[in-house]
Protein backbone atom coordinates (compact mmCIF):
# COMPACT_ATOMS: atom_id res chain seq x y z
CA UNK A 1 0.00 0.00 0.00
CA UNK A 2 0.92 3.43 -0.11
CA UNK A 3 0.63 4.12 3.33
CA UNK A 4 3.48 4.55 6.56
CA UNK A 5 5.03 1.02 6.92
CA UNK A 6 6.97 0.21 10.01
CA UNK A 7 8.91 -2.80 10.45
CA UNK A 8 9.27 -5.06 12.56
CA UNK A 9 5.65 -4.90 13.72
CA UNK A 10 6.92 -7.01 16.98
CA UNK A 11 10.17 -7.18 18.34
CA UNK A 12 11.32 -8.49 22.04
CA UNK A 13 14.74 -8.14 23.12
CA UNK A 14 16.65 -8.58 26.51
CA UNK A 15 17.90 -5.96 28.65
CA UNK A 16 20.49 -4.15 27.31
CA UNK A 17 20.75 -4.98 24.10
CA UNK A 18 20.61 -2.94 21.07
CA UNK A 19 17.49 -2.47 18.79
CA UNK A 20 17.14 -0.26 15.59
CA UNK A 21 12.99 0.39 14.30
CA UNK A 22 12.64 1.38 11.07
CA UNK A 23 10.15 3.36 9.12
CA UNK A 24 9.36 3.82 5.48
CA UNK A 25 7.54 6.88 4.98
CA UNK A 26 4.18 7.51 2.01
CA UNK A 27 6.50 8.75 -0.60
CA UNK A 28 7.36 12.64 -1.45
CA UNK A 29 6.62 13.01 2.23
CA UNK A 30 9.54 15.91 3.62
CA UNK A 31 8.59 15.79 7.14
CA UNK A 32 8.70 12.07 9.21
CA UNK A 33 7.84 12.38 13.05
CA UNK A 34 8.65 9.75 15.53
CA UNK A 35 6.12 9.04 18.91
CA UNK A 36 6.21 6.29 21.89
CA UNK A 37 3.61 5.04 23.36
CA UNK A 38 3.03 3.54 26.61
CA UNK A 39 0.78 0.89 27.67
CA UNK A 40 -2.71 2.96 28.21
CA UNK A 41 -1.25 6.21 27.53
CA UNK A 42 -1.21 8.87 23.99
CA UNK A 43 1.04 8.75 21.82
CA UNK A 44 4.60 11.00 23.26
CA UNK A 45 6.65 12.81 20.77
CA UNK A 46 10.02 11.92 20.53
CA UNK A 47 11.87 13.39 17.43
CA UNK A 48 10.83 14.66 13.73
CA UNK A 49 12.62 15.30 10.71
CA UNK A 50 12.52 17.72 7.75
CA UNK A 51 14.54 16.32 5.25
CA UNK A 52 17.55 14.48 6.52
CA UNK A 53 17.71 16.89 9.84
CA UNK A 54 16.47 16.33 13.10
CA UNK A 55 14.41 19.30 13.36
CA UNK A 56 13.63 18.41 16.68
CA UNK A 57 14.40 16.32 19.06
CA UNK A 58 13.67 17.58 22.04
CA UNK A 59 11.09 14.52 23.07
CA UNK A 60 13.87 11.72 22.99
CA UNK A 61 14.46 11.00 26.73
CA UNK A 62 17.96 10.34 26.92
CA UNK A 63 21.09 9.85 24.76
CA UNK A 64 20.84 5.92 24.87
CA UNK A 65 17.89 6.96 21.88
CA UNK A 66 19.24 8.40 18.36
CA UNK A 67 17.37 8.69 15.26
CA UNK A 68 18.38 9.34 11.78
CA UNK A 69 17.15 9.71 8.33
CA UNK A 70 19.94 9.75 5.97
CA UNK A 71 18.75 10.07 2.57
CA UNK A 72 15.32 12.05 3.73
CA UNK A 73 13.48 9.18 3.34
CA UNK A 74 13.65 6.01 5.27
CA UNK A 75 14.38 6.40 9.20
CA UNK A 76 15.30 4.46 12.18
CA UNK A 77 15.29 5.04 15.37
CA UNK A 78 18.25 3.36 17.30
CA UNK A 79 17.83 2.58 21.35
CA UNK A 80 21.53 1.41 22.87
CA UNK A 81 21.23 -0.65 26.41
CA UNK A 82 17.81 -1.36 26.45
CA UNK A 83 15.47 -0.92 29.54
CA UNK A 84 12.47 -3.04 30.59
CA UNK A 85 10.92 1.10 30.61
CA UNK A 86 11.70 1.05 26.99
CA UNK A 87 9.15 -0.88 26.31
CA UNK A 88 6.02 0.54 24.18
CA UNK A 89 4.70 0.95 20.99
CA UNK A 90 6.91 3.26 18.43
CA UNK A 91 5.03 4.99 16.16
CA UNK A 92 6.24 6.35 12.96
CA UNK A 93 4.27 9.19 11.33
CA UNK A 94 4.48 11.35 7.79
CA UNK A 95 3.07 14.86 6.57
CA UNK A 96 4.27 16.22 2.91
CA UNK A 97 5.71 19.25 4.83
CA UNK A 98 6.88 20.21 8.46
CA UNK A 99 3.64 22.89 7.97
CA UNK A 100 1.59 23.26 10.80
CA UNK A 101 -1.18 22.08 8.38
CA UNK A 102 -0.25 19.22 7.13
CA UNK A 103 -1.88 16.46 8.40
CA UNK A 104 0.23 13.53 9.55
CA UNK A 105 -0.33 10.30 8.66
CA UNK A 106 0.99 7.34 11.17
CA UNK A 107 2.28 3.96 11.00
CA UNK A 108 0.80 0.90 12.21
CA UNK A 109 3.69 1.04 14.95
CA UNK A 110 6.31 -1.40 16.21
CA UNK A 111 5.53 -3.49 19.44
CA UNK A 112 8.74 -3.00 21.57
CA UNK A 113 9.31 -5.33 24.76
CA UNK A 114 12.31 -5.32 26.81
CA UNK A 115 12.34 -8.67 29.07
CA UNK B 1 0.30 20.83 33.12
CA UNK B 2 -1.35 18.57 30.77
CA UNK B 3 -1.68 20.15 27.71
CA UNK B 4 -4.97 17.66 26.55
CA UNK B 5 -7.15 16.21 29.09
CA UNK B 6 -9.60 13.23 28.33
CA UNK B 7 -11.44 12.28 31.53
CA UNK B 8 -13.56 9.79 30.40
CA UNK B 9 -11.33 6.41 30.31
CA UNK B 10 -13.79 4.26 29.33
CA UNK B 11 -17.72 4.92 27.38
CA UNK B 12 -20.55 2.84 26.38
CA UNK B 13 -22.89 3.62 23.78
CA UNK B 14 -26.09 1.62 22.35
CA UNK B 15 -25.79 0.91 18.52
CA UNK B 16 -27.40 3.79 16.77
CA UNK B 17 -27.08 6.16 19.91
CA UNK B 18 -24.83 9.02 19.87
CA UNK B 19 -21.93 9.48 21.91
CA UNK B 20 -19.66 12.61 23.27
CA UNK B 21 -16.16 11.90 23.68
CA UNK B 22 -14.84 15.38 26.10
CA UNK B 23 -11.99 16.85 25.56
CA UNK B 24 -10.06 19.76 26.96
CA UNK B 25 -7.05 21.83 26.12
CA UNK B 26 -4.57 24.01 27.30
CA UNK B 27 -2.51 26.36 25.38
CA UNK B 28 -1.69 30.13 25.36
CA UNK B 29 -1.08 30.18 21.41
CA UNK B 30 -3.58 31.81 19.76
CA UNK B 31 -2.93 29.56 16.59
CA UNK B 32 -3.40 25.40 17.19
CA UNK B 33 -5.26 22.96 15.54
CA UNK B 34 -7.36 20.32 17.33
CA UNK B 35 -7.89 16.73 16.08
CA UNK B 36 -8.85 13.60 16.99
CA UNK B 37 -7.85 10.31 16.17
CA UNK B 38 -9.21 6.57 16.54
CA UNK B 39 -6.92 4.10 17.09
CA UNK B 40 -8.12 0.33 16.69
CA UNK B 41 -6.95 -2.77 18.16
CA UNK B 42 -4.87 -2.79 15.47
CA UNK B 43 -2.96 0.13 16.52
CA UNK B 44 -3.20 2.17 13.31
CA UNK B 45 -3.92 6.07 14.30
CA UNK B 46 -6.89 6.79 11.97
CA UNK B 47 -7.34 10.70 11.50
CA UNK B 48 -11.40 11.88 11.90
CA UNK B 49 -11.35 15.11 12.68
CA UNK B 50 -9.83 18.54 12.45
CA UNK B 51 -10.60 22.13 14.19
CA UNK B 52 -8.87 25.10 13.25
CA UNK B 53 -8.52 27.46 16.50
CA UNK B 54 -10.05 30.37 14.11
CA UNK B 55 -12.42 28.44 12.50
CA UNK B 56 -15.91 29.58 13.79
CA UNK B 57 -17.99 26.97 12.39
CA UNK B 58 -17.76 23.41 14.11
CA UNK B 59 -15.82 21.18 12.02
CA UNK B 60 -17.86 18.13 10.44
CA UNK B 61 -17.01 15.08 8.72
CA UNK B 62 -19.49 11.97 7.93
CA UNK B 63 -20.96 10.72 11.10
CA UNK B 64 -18.53 12.89 13.43
CA UNK B 65 -18.19 16.39 14.52
CA UNK B 66 -16.29 18.37 16.96
CA UNK B 67 -18.27 20.32 19.84
CA UNK B 68 -15.68 23.52 20.03
CA UNK B 69 -16.21 26.16 22.55
CA UNK B 70 -13.26 28.12 22.80
CA UNK B 71 -13.63 30.17 25.76
CA UNK B 72 -14.06 26.74 27.75
CA UNK B 73 -11.33 25.25 25.91
CA UNK B 74 -13.22 22.29 25.23
CA UNK B 75 -13.43 20.17 21.96
CA UNK B 76 -15.59 17.12 22.22
CA UNK B 77 -16.28 14.92 19.85
CA UNK B 78 -19.70 13.50 18.43
CA UNK B 79 -20.05 10.01 16.86
CA UNK B 80 -23.72 10.11 16.07
CA UNK B 81 -25.26 6.90 14.50
CA UNK B 82 -23.04 4.50 16.55
CA UNK B 83 -21.48 1.66 14.61
CA UNK B 84 -20.37 -1.57 16.02
CA UNK B 85 -17.32 -0.62 14.03
CA UNK B 86 -16.59 2.34 16.23
CA UNK B 87 -15.66 0.75 19.18
CA UNK B 88 -11.56 1.50 19.87
CA UNK B 89 -9.52 4.09 21.84
CA UNK B 90 -10.38 7.87 20.59
CA UNK B 91 -7.49 10.25 21.03
CA UNK B 92 -7.95 14.01 21.54
CA UNK B 93 -4.64 15.97 20.16
CA UNK B 94 -3.25 19.37 19.71
CA UNK B 95 -0.53 21.17 17.69
CA UNK B 96 0.64 24.67 18.69
CA UNK B 97 1.77 27.05 15.71
CA UNK B 98 4.15 28.35 17.83
CA UNK B 99 5.67 25.80 19.22
CA UNK B 100 7.03 22.78 16.83
CA UNK B 101 5.25 20.41 14.95
CA UNK B 102 4.62 17.77 17.32
CA UNK B 103 1.16 16.53 18.68
CA UNK B 104 -0.09 16.80 22.33
CA UNK B 105 -2.32 13.70 22.80
CA UNK B 106 -4.23 12.90 25.72
CA UNK B 107 -4.58 9.57 27.55
CA UNK B 108 -7.55 8.85 25.45
CA UNK B 109 -11.13 7.30 25.72
CA UNK B 110 -12.13 3.85 25.24
CA UNK B 111 -15.46 3.62 23.48
CA UNK B 112 -17.36 0.15 23.45
CA UNK B 113 -20.51 -0.06 21.04
CA UNK B 114 -22.83 -2.81 22.31
CA UNK B 115 -25.05 -4.32 19.47
Known amino acids: GAGVSQTPSNKVTEKGKYVELRCDPI?????LYWYRQSLGQGPEFLIY????????DSGLPNDRFFAVRPEGSVSTLKIQRTERGDSAVYLCASSLTASFYNEQFFGPGTRLTVL | AQKITQTQPGMFVQEKEAVTLDCTYD???????LFWYKQPSSGEMIFLIY??????QNATEGRYSLNFQKARKSANLVISASQLGDSAMYFC????????????FGTGTSLTVIP
Open chain 2, 27 to 33: TSDQSYG
Open chain 1, 27 to 31: SGHTA
Open chain 2, 51 to 56: QGSYDE
Open chain 2, 93 to 104: AMRELNTGNQFY
Open chain 1, 49 to 56: FQGTGAAD
